[in-house]
């Protein structure tokens, strides 16, 4: 099974700043790794697939980097709304497993 | 807009069983592969089972492997998972999710969209 391991486990930051979180996989997982927000007492929502493709609506203040077993969520000029749980998944190895343990994102 | 909606969460006891269930609306539910996926309380989530469209190929975790059985009426528009020998270890919220597409093609294994999800809890 295919461990993904996040960090930091919480990340705070301010607005208008520049926030940058990590996913390290314990195997090359190529670019198949995508990154879920998700939000109090709602349902992950996907914002990256395969490494740096956006999902439909996704605003481009969120880039997705990393290749093999090194990836990274940028979210430049956070606003209000950015501050969630972030959580990384892959589907390199199937069944895919869990997801990372998430890293939040606090003020 | 996709649509999906769980129920039949509840309470058991260990070595109980529950069905659930997720109704869809506003996409061709019968072109969709499906999954469930898992949060237990402060946790990240866990992939727990993916149908295809048509009910061939199905998968699921090693950890309810055995135990837990997805299926999908495309008629009714609905996909269920059924929980036998439960364990205290499985109480989470549980979310159906659609298997994400793009204009150009579907990727098995993302997800999006996902329901709101019914909570399960096993306790005696």
């Known amino acids: 099974e295919i461990v993904l391991t996040q960090s930091p486990a919480t990340l705070s930051v301010s607005p208008g700043e520049r926030a940058t979180l990590s996913c390290r996989a314990s195997?090359?997982?190529?670019?198949?790794l995508a990154w879920y927000q998700q939000k109090p007492g709602q349902a992950p929502r996907l914002l990256i697939y395969?490494?740096?493709n956006r999902a439909p609506g996704i605003p481009d203040r969120f880039t997705g980097t990393g290749s093999g077993t090194d990836f990274t969520l940028t979210i430049s000029s956070l606003l209000p709304e950015d501050f969630a749980v972030y959580y990384c998944?892959?589907?390199?190895?199937?069944?895919?497993?869990?997801f990372g343990q998430g890293t939040r994102l606090e003020i | 807009e996709a649509q999906l909606v769980e129920s039949g969460g509840g309470l058991v006891k260990p070595g109980g069983s529950l069905r659930l269930s997720c109704r869809t609306s506003?996409?061709?539910?019968?072109?969709?592969?499906m999954n469930w996926i898992r949060q237990a309380p402060g946790k990240g989530p866990e992939w727990v089972s993916y149908?295809?469209?048509?009910?061939?190929?199905?998968y699921y975790s090693e950890s309810v492997k055995g135990r837990f059985t997805v299926s999908r009426d495309n008629a009714e528009n609905a996909l269920y998972l059924q929980l036998n020998s439960l364990r205290v270890e499985d109480t989470a919220v549980y979310y159906c999710?659609?298997?994400?597409?793009?204009?150009?093609?579907?990727?098995?294994?993302?997800?999006?969209?996902w329901g709101q999800g019914t909570l399960v809890t096993v306790s005696s």
């Open positions: 195997q090359s997982v190529s670019t198949s």
């Open positions: 506003g996409f061709t539910f019968s072109d969709h592969n």
């Open positions: 395969d490494a740096s």
């Open positions: 999710a659609r298997q994400f597409c793009s204009p150009s093609s579907c990727y098995m294994g993302w997800l999006d969209p």
């Open positions: 149908i295809d469209s048509k009910s061939i190929y199905i």
């Open positions: 998944h892959q589907r390199r190895s199937w069944p895919p497993g869990p």
